[in-house]
């Protein structure tokens, strides 16, 4: 039994000569995979060019789960405190109940 591996390239960089689509020669990732640069080269043409991908973090997404985060955090404590008080009463209730039974 045979075993084929077949590879698609697709390349999404045309060359900035001749505008046909290139090929990649090396990548490289810098800055913890934040940036990442590639050497490419033309198939037709022959010239050889570098790309440069930098990623950037969108703080208004971040911003917004922060926001989402603390709502969720006050609910929860106020929840909290509102059993809280509720075990407070019990065992004010309690003890009074103990203390009478004890006389």
């Known amino acids: 039994m045979k075993c084929y591996i077949y590879q698609k390239r697709i ?4 060359c900035p000569k001749c505008k ?7 990548k490289r990732t810098f800055a913890n995979g934040r940036t990442v640069k590639r050497e490419r080269y033309c198939r037709k043409c022959k010239s050889r060019f570098v790309t440069v991908e930098q990623f950037q973090v969108d703080m208004e997404a971040y911003s917004l789960a922060a926001l989402e985060l603390k709502d969720s955090v006050v609910s929860q404590r106020d929840n909290l405190s509102q059993q809280l008080e509720v075990y407070r009463d019990l065992f004010r209730t309690l003890g009074k109940a103990i203390k009478e039974a004890g006389k």
């Open 20 to 26: 046909k689509p290139s090929g990649l020669q090396t």
């Open 11 to 14: 390349s999404g960089m045309k």
